[in-house]
């Protein structure tokens, strides 16, 4: 009788049997990733394609936008995009601008406020809107007075945090100009119409619409806050 104890022989056959098993699911499961993962970086290819795509053709609005548009990134307010519209009304260059901190680029602005808006809009996420503001801008190699409406916005990530600061600006200064020299030219009139005691009145054919000044509506019996009506101005006429 001979007999051969093949115990341990049985357990290393048995564990490289287990080992080629494990190497052989391994090998499918990083097979499995790896086409996973080539399938991701195909979609993130394509994000990232239709994300330039998106980013020039949101670039190519604000290039094309009547009103001055710029973006300032991050809490130095870095001055990432600015439209030919805002480089004309704040006398720059883009190469004088782009990159760097609006502050720092914009020296005029020292002492006014707009500095401390873009602050406060960054760290609040509350936007500020400014009507008829007047404010210092660079003309050649000094400054001149402009009136301008304007919208400082903060940016806000997908997470809600603030990325930046958007800036619109629209100059109104030779419009605002032009109503108050109006505004102005009527006051005046006015005044020597008063000054003169005389009585003027204003007809619309096409409406009947009838108005007169306060002296006017004296001559016909009637106090200032009475509305002259036409017939009735005509009624109190002597026929003759």
């Given at each position: 009788n001979?007999?051969?104890?093949?115990t341990s022989r049985r357990e290393f056959l048995q564990q490289i049997k287990q080992k080629e098993e494990r190497k052989h699911a391994l090998n499918e499961e990083m097979a499995a990733t790896l086409e996973e993962l080539t399938s991701t970086n195909e979609e993130l290819n394509k994000s990232m394609k239709q994300l330039a795509q998106s980013r020039e053709y949101i670039r190519t609005i604000i290039e094309q936008a009547p009103v001055g548009i710029a973006m300032l990134k991050g809490p130095e307010h870095l001055i990432e995009i600015a439209n030919p519209a805002i480089l004309a009304i704040w006398g720059r260059t883009e190469s004088e601008v782009i990159g760097y901190p609006h502050e720092s680029a914009r020296p005029e602005l020292r002492g006014q406020p707009v500095n401390n808006w873009l602050k406060e809009v960054y760290h609040?996420?509350?936007?500020?809107?400014?009507?008829?503001?007047?404010?210092k801008l660079r003309h050649n190699d000094g400054l001149r007075e402009a009136i301008v409406n304007s919208i400082y916005q903060p940016i806000f990530t997908d997470s809600g945090d603030i990325s930046g600061v958007l800036?619109?600006?629209e100059e109104i200064t030779e419009q605002v100009l032009a109503r108050?020299?109006?505004?102005?030219?009527?006051?005046?009139?006015a005044l020597a119409i008063d000054a003169g005691e005389l009585a003027t009145f204003y007809y619309q054919p096409a409406t009947n619409l009838f108005s007169g000044n306060s002296l006017l509506k004296n001559w016909f019996g009637l106090s200032s806050e009475e509305n002259l009506d036409l017939s009735l101005a005509l009624a109190v006429i002597l026929q003759e």
């Amino acid at each position: 009788n001979t007999a051969l104890e093949v115990t341990s022989r049985r357990e290393f056959l048995q564990q490289i049997k287990q080992k080629e098993e494990r190497k052989h699911a391994l090998n499918e499961e990083m097979a499995a990733t790896l086409e996973e993962l080539t399938s991701t970086n195909e979609e993130l290819n394509k994000s990232m394609k239709q994300l330039a795509q998106s980013r020039e053709y949101i670039r190519t609005i604000i290039e094309q936008a009547p009103v001055g548009i710029a973006m300032l990134k991050g809490p130095e307010h870095l001055i990432e995009i600015a439209n030919p519209a805002i480089l004309a009304i704040w006398g720059r260059t883009e190469s004088e601008v782009i990159g760097y901190p609006h502050e720092s680029a914009r020296p005029e602005l020292r002492g006014q406020p707009v500095n401390n808006w873009l602050k406060e809009v960054y760290h609040s996420g509350k936007p500020k809107i400014n009507s008829e503001f007047a404010v210092k801008l660079r003309h050649n190699d000094g400054l001149r007075e402009a009136i301008v409406n304007s919208i400082y916005q903060p940016i806000f990530t997908d997470s809600g945090d603030i990325s930046g600061v958007l800036v619109i600006i629209e100059e109104i200064t030779e419009q605002v100009l032009a109503r108050r020299k109006n505004e102005n030219d009527q006051q005046m009139l006015a005044l020597a119409i008063d000054a003169g005691e005389l009585a003027t009145f204003y007809y619309q054919p096409a409406t009947n619409l009838f108005s007169g000044n306060s002296l006017l509506k004296n001559w016909f019996g009637l106090s200032s806050e009475e509305n002259l009506d036409l017939s009735l101005a005509l009624a109190v006429i002597l026929q003759e």
